[in-house]
């Protein structure tokens, strides 16, 4: 049975959160939303996620000190940081722990394709190069 693309979104804004969820679930993704880095960990340790949508902070953690951790239980997770001003510095960091993209937050209907794009993009890139799966 082919498991359906999962699609974790981490955004401590609940108004983002769902505007990313409508989104995607429109799109046909399993979608998962969390608020809290234990529902990141629990998601990418289980499994259930492939990508994930990762806001720049939430809990008082960076999201570059949640990617090293997200990438320790599971290489081959595809982590999109979603943030609209960040500091280069920042953004360097986190593209050197490896995220798939940095895109910009969507702030109003018309703003998604990018984010839409880059969700596309790296399922698609799963499926073209299937991991082997690590046993549990």
Request: charged share 25%; net charge neutral.
């Amino acid at each position: 049975m082919m498991q359906m693309p999962g699609l974790l979104i981490a955004d401590e804004d609940v108004l983002s959160r769902k505007r990313m969820a409508d989104l995607f679930i429109d799109a046909g993704y399993q979608v998962t939303v969390t608020n809290s880095a234990a529902g990141v960990l629990y998601g990418t340790l289980k499994k259930t996620a492939q990508v994930v949508l990762l806001s720049p902070k939430f809990d008082e953690l960076l999201a570059t000190d949640l990617i090293p951790l997200l990438k320790q239980c599971n290489r081959n997770l595809s982590i999109i940081l979603v943030a609209s001003e960040l500091p280069l510095a920042l953004i360097r960091k986190a593209r050197s722990e490896g995220i798939f993209y940095h895109a910009l937050k969507p702030t109003k209907a018309g703003d998604e394709e990018e984010l839409r794009q880059a969700v596309k993009c790296a399922f698609e890139k799963m499926t073209q190069n299937p991991a082997t799966e690590e046993p549990s």
